[in-house]
């Protein structure tokens, strides 16, 4: 048997804000209808903690980010106007290949149906 909430989420990253240890069930589960729990609290406090982590997570993130870009956003700028030129220059192909292709398609399909004379 698995050690599920009534969710049916899976450990603590799974989001649901169920507290669990190990994978295991600490029997707190919510329904669709809202929480049904018999230690609220406990619950409340999980949530949070969980919040907690994850925001910070997100600052961090969003700190990094900023120095990233202070540090290097001219040359990260320069390099995505080169993918941009050069991933363009490919879809460019893409479509006249799939002309060509769609080309060789019709005319074997022309010849294909023509009768043996």
């Known amino acids: 048997m698995e050690n599920k909430c009534e969710c049916e989420c ?3 990253d799974s989001g649901c ?19 049904q729990v018999s230690d609220p609290v406990t619950v409340a406090q999980t949530m949070f903690q969980k919040a907690f982590f994850k925001a910070l997570f997100e600052v961090k993130v969003e ?14 700028d320069q390099a995505a106007d080169a993918v941009i030129e050069a991933c363009g220059k490919e879809w460019e192909a893409l479509g006249s290949t ?20």
């Open 10 to 12: 899976e450990g603590e």
């Open 17 to 35: 804000g169920c507290p669990t240890t190990g994978g295991g069930h600490h029997g707190y589960g919510h329904g669709r209808m809202g929480f």
């Open 63 to 76: 700190k990094l980010k900023k120095k990233i870009e202070e540090k290097w956003g001219s040359n990260l």
């Open 98 to 117: 799939a002309q060509a292709k769609q080309e060789l398609h019709n005319k074997l399909a022309s010849i294909l149906a023509q009768k043996k004379k």
